[in-house]
């Protein structure tokens, strides 16, 4: 799809493709794996030694370089005696084994509502290789002050097979350029930048959506959209902005005031004002086919530059601050020609790096609206994401495949089945913790969407080993995001 910029008017004149050496740019192999350590800690002021229990996993952009140093991030869960258990521990890990003969670990977690950071390293030894690379000594901080020491050790006996089987070379695929616009001054046409974030903190679900929309009449194009908060302990508050013209930024949105671009948020709108950092934590997320992006053949495809990320900043509505440190979320991409005819949207971040997307949608042209509903799920989970192929979900393959949702208010389902695995999700969108807005397509027909993003959800995933067999069974409670529309 080609490219323009946009000229002084704000209407958009051609142009060369000037994003497609990046968007076709051949994605590289990265590492993935997971590392399991136990030892103990001597905490200051106490005369005892507490258990302490690391559950790491570790993503690195490229393939590990044994001869050189290795960046890698860091997500997993810390457990102290007695003390922290937080599953949403970040940090950074440097593999220089040769190199600078060290593999160092920094990891900032939280622990009785303090925030706090490992820092240690293996120092590998030519005489002692294995030993010196399965323990890792260690000094706690808080707020740069040493608190604790402690050691680690990685078993051997128990861990070494799961830690060998547990390395993946996905491919790693930039997720910037995905942010760029799209739009090519095309009348007709519809084009959103969303994020959406839970505050670990306070349990406030957060939702920043822009939206570019160029009319069917070829009437100029225009931005506009809305930032929302959903508390626990209140009613759920939102704000507009725009509409205010067009001007086709170099990448992600522009308009009102308003940005989103590839790192960063910000913007005010009414009560509103926000200034957020993104960090990716994960790779890319195609809901609908990968070709579907590239070339816009379908009514519309929406994609998760990342399907995880961090945010970090402040967001402040009717004189409340939220401070956000880590917060678990993601950004993602719509384009198409408008809104289905009837829609539900899923975004779960399941935790220890799993997360499930799921669009299923009637489609607004004739013929078609009796339809059910086409599912779009991806479950990326272990470092895998299932099914493979986004169509088995949609379209099924060999009698296989075929995904169901039951659309409705205040819970809706999706239920399906491809190869040896089937899923159920049951969503619930408690009518107080829902917002809805009105808004119109590009040819100005009307859309209700009725958002939370303090859903509750249920998965279950099964595997068939001669017969149906619980996998695993993920529940959230307010940290769902979620949305049904209709007409």
């Not at 608190?147 to 070494?160: A, D, E, K, N, S």
């Not at 495949?401 to 040896?420: E, S």
């Not at 695995?421 to 969108?429: A, D, H, L």
């Amino acid at each position: 799809m080609s490219m323009r910029t946009s000229a002084p008017d704000g209407n958009h004149a051609p142009g060369s493709d000037t994003g497609t050496s990046e968007r076709h740019r051949p994605p590289r192999r990265g590492t993935t794996f997971r590392e399991s350590m136990l030892g103990r800690i001597r905490l200051e002021g106490e005369d005892h030694d507490r258990p302490v229990r690391l559950d790491l996993r570790v993503a690195a952009e490229r393939v590990l370089r044994p001869l050189g140093t290795t960046p890698a991030r860091l997500e997993g869960r810390i457990r102290v005696a007695g003390w922290a258990d937080d599953p949403d521990a970040t940090g950074t890990l440097e593999i220089s084994p040769f190199a600078r003969r060290r593999i160092r670990y920094r990891i900032d977690f939280t622990a009785d509502g303090r925030r706090l950071s490992l820092d240690g390293w293996k120092s590998i030894s030519p005489r002692r290789p294995l030993a010196s690379m399965t323990v890792l000594p260690y000094t706690l901080y808080e707020d740069g002050r040493a608190i604790g020491t402690g050691t680690v050790r990685f078993p051997l006996t128990t861990q070494l097979l799961p830690f060998l089987a547990s390395f993946r070379f996905p491919r790693r695929e930039e997720s910037a350029p995905l942010h760029a616009p799209r739009w090519d001054g095309t009348p007709g046409r519809t084009e959103v930048w969303y994020t959406t974030a839970t505050d670990p903190a306070t349990g406030t679900g957060i939702w920043l959506h822009h939206e570019l929309v160029a009319p069917s009449d070829g009437s100029p194009a225009f931005a506009h959209g809305w930032a929302a908060a959903f508390p626990q302990d209140g009613p759920v508050r939102h704000a507009r902005f725009g509409p205010t013209p067009w001007t086709r930024p170099a990448e992600g949105f522009s308009g009102d005031g308003i940005q989103a671009a590839p790192g960063q948020l910000s913007g005010t709108a009414g009560e509103f004002s926000w200034k957020l950092s993104e960090q990716p934590t994960d790779t890319p997320l195609y809901t609908f086919p990968r070709w579907s992006w590239r070339r816009p053949l379908l009514p519309a495809a929406q994609i998760l530059p990342a399907a995880r990320a961090r945010y970090s900043g402040t967001l402040s509505y009717d004189g409340t601050t939220l401070t956000l440190d880590g917060a678990p979320g993601a950004s993602a991409r719509i384009y198409g020609h408008g809104n289905a005819h009837r829609w539900a949207w899923l975004h779960a971040d399941l935790g220890d790096g799993g997360v499930l997307e799921i669009v299923a949608a009637v489609s607004t042209r004739p013929g078609l609206r009796r339809l059910p509903p086409l599912v779009f799920l991806r479950l990326r989970h272990r470092g895998r994401t299932w099914p493979r192929r986004a169509e088995r979900a949609a379209l099924g393959w060999a009698g296989l495949g075929r995904f169901r949702a039951d659309v409705a208010l205040p819970t809706w389902t999706v239920t399906g089945r491809a190869g040896l695995r089937r899923i159920r999700v049951e969503v619930t969108q408690p009518e107080d913790r829902t917002l809805a807005l009105d808004y119109a397509d590009p040819d100005g027909s009307p859309a209700v969407c009725r958002n939370s993003e303090s859903a509750d959800a249920h998965v279950l995933l099964e595997r068939w080993w001669g017969r149906w067999r619980t996998e695993r069974v993920w529940t959230l409670d307010g940290t769902a995001h979620a949305e049904v529309g209709d007409r």
